[in-house]
Nanobody, 126 residues
Framework: VQLQASGGGLVQTGGSLRLSCVVSGLTFDDIAIAWFRQVPGEERKAVSCLSIYDGSTYFADTVKGRFTISSDNAMKTVYLQMNGLKLEDTAVYYC????????????????????WGQGTQVTVSS
């Protein structure tokens, strides 16, 4: 199983980035994918989640209305489109997979996720 996260970079406030998480080794239709972010000294927090299994989604209050999550099932990829980026969005972003998408819940602990990708740095500058 491999999750390959990419798309991070340096962007000015108000700008946009699209993160990608390419999944291999899992039955894509059955899974849920979450994006977490972490800044040094803080715990990793869920930003957005998409259950490929049933289409349910979750967005943290801090990103509602600015971030969207989508998937390309043929490419086994989940995207996090981030618009209107703010300084406080600066973090390392990780994608994580729940092998059984029916277990997805917006309040699921990060410890419940089965697989993790490497992080991708997002830096928002003023």
């Amino acid at each position: 199983v491999q999750l390959q996260a990419s798309g991070g970079g340096l962007v000015q406030t108000g700008g946009s980035l699209r993160l990608s998480c390419v999944v291999s080794g899992l039955t894509f239709d059955d899974i849920a994918i979450a994006w977490f972010r972490q800044v040094p000294g803080e715990e990793r927090k869920a930003v957005s989640c998409l259950s490929i299994y049933d289409g349910s989604t979750y967005f943290a209050d801090t990103v509602k209305g600015r971030f969207t999550i989508s998937s390309d099932n043929a490419m086994k990829t989940v995207y996090l489109q981030m618009n209107g980026l703010k300084l406080e969005d600066t973090a390392v972003y990780y994608c994580a997979a729940l092998e059984d998408g029916f277990r997805f819940s917006p309040h699921l602990s990060l410890l419940e996720y089965d697989f993790w990708g490497q992080g991708t740095q997002v830096t928002v500058s003023s």
